[in-house]
């Protein structure tokens, strides 16, 4: 799965954009009607996007002694809500909630997930390697385990709300009721995405199922982790990621209405698990309610700051053991393997790991280069076809 994410021009001379997308778990927007809900299921990345204020908070304490100029100097873009949002720190700009996405495509992205990251011209893709990222870059701030068992405990977690099915299954429970749910655009956009039928009777015949699952799902949590009345997961006395990379899919669907029956998941049924729901809303209200109101930027502002900075990262090496075989600049493509694999980035391959692909690749207009981050785990990446570095 995924989790928070967010950009910033950094030590005065690097970019770090975040464009964050139309998905579930950003609270402001969040709260005001069916549609928003609708709009937020835009990608499994949703993690980051309803705990952005964590994030924002961490950053003040890691860069406590900062005066306000160099604040103005960050660059947060985000999407969210039925408009997805540029936001640069305290500026943001409305998008569509589905494709095409014009500030992407100028950037020569073609992976439609949304939220990204973006540090200088180095472009993070998913929200599992933007947290890694995050959590790197700012360790005064990291809300990572420390220990081993505990960092196994979050990982675990972290699968089990991905691979395990569980942000497929809420997903399943969305109302189709729902207004967005009969719009065509939207549909279509969805069906791409997930290359699945978004028809209200095949809805409707999967959310039994889903139900049964998600149910299992609270239970496990009830009666494991939050058993014996601790606040957070690891016992820590703020939530960690522990506690977000478990409890984004039960947070959202608990605001989402017509999702979960009361009278088979409620805080009737499941206490601590609510319990546990409520004090994250709570924390998440306390960070972002320290942060400005944001302003309005034009995309092509955006676009600009990004593809005129420095790379963030060096290049990197290729692994010479890595069972692929790829070798440094060749032409490779990647996609992910579960949501999106229809849209495919291409570039010259500048880094290979255990845990990273890493691609150069031409914006739109030819102008710049960018380099493209994805994880390892739930990527595919393989030489181009047809040798050439053209976007499919």
Known sequence: MSF???PAVIFGTINLSVI??????????????????EARMDE?????RGHIGLIEEALDRIEGTATEANRGKKTFLISCGRAPIIVLFNVNQSQPPTLPRPDLDALGVSYRRIPILSIGRDIY????LILEKLEERFPNGALSATEGDQKAVEKLLEKWTMDGGVFLRASQLIPAEM????DPKFIKDREDYTARSWAKVDLEKTRPEALAEMRDM?????????ADGREWILRTERPSLADIESIWPMHWLADLKGALPANIISSKQYPKVFAWIGRFKNAIASARSKHPKPSSLQGADAVKRITMAD???PEGDIDEVDPLGLKKDQTVQVHPIDTGFRHVDQGRLVSLTMKEIVLESPTKDGTSVTRLHFP??????YGARDGTNAKL
């Open 44 to 48: 499994s990345e949703g993690t980051l």
């Open 218 to 226: 609270f239970n496990f949590l009830e009666t494991t982790l939050l």
């Open 125 to 128: 893709c998913d929200t599992r």
């Open 4 to 6: 928070l994410r967010k």
């Open 20 to 37: 964050f997308g139309s998905t579930y778990l950003l609270r402001s927007w969040h709260v005001h009607n069916l549609e928003e809900h």
């Open 311 to 313: 790379f963030a990262e």
């Open 376 to 381: 390892r785990h739930g990527f595919r990446v």
């Open 179 to 182: 207004p967005l749910l009969k």
